[in-house]
């Protein structure tokens, strides 16, 4: 991986919060290799900011000190897309869950990616509620039995990788939470690409479910090969729906470039929004249309 | 009304016809001629098709609501007469195309028919059946006596940007219905339309317009607006006013975006605004509540229309003044205004921006359907006396920041990411720099902290209501939004009734409410709603129980006559 430069360091990242996830949660191994890649790439308070939504992943942003944003549930991409806007300088991630993007927030989760905002998401995958002590989310499969489906989950599960690829997302990822130095240079590669970042990172949820374990990543997960095409995006979409033993791809499955949305508002192209303060406006030209 | 001269001409048609455009070229033709003028429309929501009418009333006086009936009509279709049959005046006037076979055999007031052939005019002109529009009004501008060079000025100005066809087509047809009445209807001209001797130049404009250049003038940098009636309009101006003025305008997916993407403009230090009406703001509630915990500053226009669900989405109501006042679970301070007119409404969003960076909380601005989008003439909005005022903010590192640092106004600084500074804008509970907390200490202080923002925003800020008429009057009536132009309207009447307009909801002005109720010797409560709310928190703030409740909950507006009516009946007793 790249280090720009030594100015952060991982102590500085360090806040006076412990982690409350479960051992083994998949989210110790993200947090790990998102600082990683901060400490590489010098992500710090003068050119970053964190945002989260609600669920065991937001609770994250305790533990890294970086500005950051804890929003509400399902609601991280807005705050986020919001954010980019105002100041297109900052480098943007959005920490979000199965149940936060994909049930509460789908239509946002949706509408990020065919607007291509410049903003990476990094989407904690456990295939269930957590946080709320153990429920089907959109990712659990068919048939899944938990406290909100006794009797085996009638839904069929989403793939957020093919969401995203269908929804024209430009820069489309997984990986499984525990490779953490490939989750690091992943982050690293979906910050620096022009445009929406999606990766989806593959973790087990240890104390709500013993479906997706560690052990069941480890076996079943294999990476793209050498040869795979990443601007295929048909070719992209029909390997995103690959899921079952030793079929679940890791890696870049889509990355095209395009103009980001930011690059695209004429009133940004100088300089961000919020360089200047707010100025009061004269308006006779315009009163004079009322006239 | 009985105190005042107000001449008032009808337009009616069919949705698509331009019917409301046209009303506005009158509405300029007037008040370029120096006259005051206030436009009342009715329309059903339906692009084509669908019947729409507007009222342009014209006084040298200004005037500050629609009437009951009007004293000359353009009808371009047989339903302005079916539906209006009670609002034609004797011995109106009457334009209509004399082509078409209305049925005028209903009207059972002496009216003077104007059969025009306006298609045929429209056509001469080169222009298409649309353009009897123009015809009608160069036909009746005519007919009232003023000068066809201030219309097609006016049509010059208006379509200039449309080339010099559309122009030149637009004023053929102005002209030949303007010679043609002249021709054959000259003895029937009236010397309505002349032109003051004092000309002030006035702007004519709706609270739609107004909310939209008050934010722009209050240096708005980003906002995120769902469409919905009553409000699109203020989005379409931002949309169109953005680039020279630099700000973002976002059409986001849904209100709850709309929210959320203002919040996190906000957060990275842009003045933000959304704006919807009832049905938007209940997907903005969750964000609100955000907004408050967060202590971010965000303006929230909600232009109310009536009823629940979709209820009725063109025309006016005031139903929502509990719903902003409550909405979010939890307790939070939040600052609400309620505009009465255009100029309110103006004042108040500039005015809700220096607020909600001051206080760092939701300012939601309550406007309702019958300013949104009903035109008056008013002089040019005045900005000289404001000043951007961003409260306790800075872009610069600070040594020990502590955002949510607690503080005896209970306003903290407020930073923004990228400054250097680390915090968490925490929609947990959280302790001083924005860190979860549960510990009792933070959970109570950062609540009175929060809480006290409004303790401090009441003691600093004039949120008295006003009071328009005598000192003493036999009768007060006390209403607030756009009730407040009928009932001054009929004011004009009754110089021995006083009118109290309230516009801060929150925080309330009790002492200053109190004070004035509890001396009158009888007041009206007047809203546009089921439930009469603002007598109920007139009684929870101020312990006054209003007993005279007038209210209307049909969508339309109250008239200055049935205010009129209203307050004989109540002075003869």
């Known amino acids: 991986m790249f280090y720009k430069n030594k100015m952060t360091l991982i102590t500085d990242l360090t806040t006076s919060c412990s982690p409350t996830w479960c051992p083994g949660c998949g989210d110790f191994a993200i947090w790990a290799a998102f ?35 804890e929003g509400l549930h399902g609601r991280a991409i807005p705050l986020a897309t919001g954010i980019k806007m105002a100041n297109s300088r900052l480098n943007v991630f959005v920490f979000t869950g199965d149940g936060d993007s994909l049930a509460e927030g789908g239509n946002h989760f949706i509408n990020a990616c065919r607007r291509n905002h410049d903003i990476t998401v990094i989407l904690h995958d456990n295939a269930i509620y957590a946080l709320t002590t153990g429920q089907t989310s959109p990712r659990s499969p068919h048939g899944f039995k938990s406290k909100s489906t006794p009797s085996g989950n009638i839904d069929e599960p989403i793939s957020p990788v093919s969401l995203a690829i269908a929804s024209g997302a430009t820069f489309v990822a997984r990986e499984y939470a525990s490779h953490i130095p490939q989750l690091s240079e992943l982050i690293v590669k979906a910050n ?80 961000p929004l919020v360089d200047k303060p707010p100025t009061k406006k004269d308006l006779s030209e315009i009163f004079k249309k009322y006239s | 009304m009985e105190n005042q001269d107000i001449f008032r001409l009808s337009i009616g048609g069919q949705a698509g016809q331009g019917i409301k455009a046209t009303g506005l070229l009158l509405a300029k033709i007037a008040t370029r001629l120096g006259k005051h003028v206030y436009t009342y429309s009715e329309f059903p929501s339906l692009i084509k098709g669908g019947h729409n009418l507007i009222q342009v009333s014209i ?91 201030i219309f097609k000025d006016l049509l010059l100005d208006e379509f200039g940007s449309k080339g010099e066809e559309t122009v030149k087509v637009n004023q053929l047809a102005a002209q030949n219905g303007y010679t043609y009445a002249l021709e054959h209807f000259a003895e029937k001209k009236k010397n309505i339309l002349f032109k003051e001797d004092v000309v002030e130049q006035k702007i004519v404009v709706n609270a739609n317009d107004a909310v939209a250049l ?31 003025f630099g700000f973002i305008y976002k059409q986001p997916e849904d209100e709850i975006a709309a929210i959320n993407m203002a919040i ?41 229309r009536p009823g629940p669900a979709t209820g009725l989405p063109t025309w006016s109501g005031q139903g929502d003044l509990r719903f902003v006042l409550h909405a979010h679970q939890g307790d939070f301070p939040r600052i609400v205004l309620a505009a009465g007119d255009p100029l309110e409404a103006f004042y108040l969003t500039m005015q809700a921006f220096n607020l909600a960076d001051k206080y760092q909380t939701p300012v939601i601005v309550l406007i309702d359907k019958n300013i949104c989008e009903h035109d008056q003439s008013m002089p040019f909005f005045d900005t000289a006396n404001y000043a951007i005022d961003q409260g306790k903010f800075t872009t610069e590192k600070e040594a020990e920041f502590e955002r949510y640092k607690l503080s005896a106004d209970g306003i903290s600084l407020r930073s923004i990411p990228g400054s250097g500074n680390f915090f968490i804008a925490n929609s947990y509970e959280h302790a001083t720099i924005g860190y979860d907390s549960e510990e009792i200490k933070d959970i109570n202080s950062q609540m009175s902290k929060r809480m006290t923002k409004l303790v401090t925003c009441a003691a600093n800020e004039d949120t008295s209501p006003k009071l328009y008429g005598p000192q003493n009057a036999d009768v007060t009536i006390v209403s607030w939004g756009s009730n ?67 209210l209307k909950y049909d969508g339309r507006p109250f008239f200055p006559e049935e205010i009129n009516e209203k307050l004989k009946s109540v002075l003869q007793k």
């Open chain 2, 484 to 550: 407040k132009g009928s009932i001054l309207q009929a004011l004009k009447d009754f110089p021995n009734v006083n009118y109290l307009h309230l516009t801060w909801m929150s925080p309330f002005p009790d002492k200053a409410v109190r004070a004035v109720l509890e001396k009158c010797k009888y007041i009206i409560n007047l809203e546009c709603n089921y439930s009469a709310v603002l007598a109920g928190l007139i009684k929870e703030k101020t312990g006054i129980e209003i007993t005279d409740n007038f």
């Open chain 2, 214 to 244: 008050g934010a722009i003038a209050a240096g708005l940098q980003f906002a995120a607006i769902y469409p919905m009636s009553p409000i699109s309009n203020i989005l379409h101006i931002l949309a169109s006013n953005q680039e020279k």
């Open chain 1, 192 to 271: 620096d690409h022009k445009g929406i970042a999606i990766i989806d990172v593959l973790q087990p949820c240890v104390s709500f479910s013993d479906l997706y374990t560690h052990d069941f990543y480890q076996q079943n997960t294999y990476y793209l090969s050498k040869d795979y095409d990443a601007t295929n995006q048909t070719k992209a979409f029909e390997k995103s729906l690959e899921w079952g033993e030793k079929q679940i791809p890791l890696g870049i499955f889509y990355q095209v470039e395009k103009p980001s949305y930011e690059d695209q508002i004429i009133q940004i192209a100088q300089r």
């Open chain 2, 59 to 149: 006084s040298k006086e200004q005037v500050f609501a629609p009437s009951k009936s009007t004293d000359f009509w353009i009808t371009l279709d047989q339903n302005t007469l079916n539906v209006h049959l009670a609002e034609f005046q004797d011995s109106c006037s009457i334009i209509f195309d004399e082509e078409k076979n209305y049925d005028f055999t209903r009207i059972n007031k002496k009216a003077n028919l104007f059969p025009i052939p306006l298609s045929k005019l429209s056509k001469d002109a080169g222009g298409s059946q649309i353009m009897s529009n123009t015809v009608a009004l160069g036909v009746a501008i005519a007919l009232l006596g003023a000068d066809l060079q």
């Open chain 2, 264 to 304: 996190g403009a906000s957060l990275a230090g842009a003045r933000s605004m959304t704006a919807t009406s009832g049905g938007g703001f209940g997907l903005m509630v969750e964000g609100l509540g955000l907004a408050a915990m967060t202590e971010t500053p965000i303006v929230v226009i909600d232009g109310m």
């Open chain 1, 35 to 69: 600082k990683n890649a901060a400490v590489a790439q010098d992500w710090n308070n003068l050119n970053t900011v964190l945002t989260a939504g609600i669920g065991c992943h937001g609770h994250l942003l305790n533990y890294v000190k970086i500005a950051s944003v």
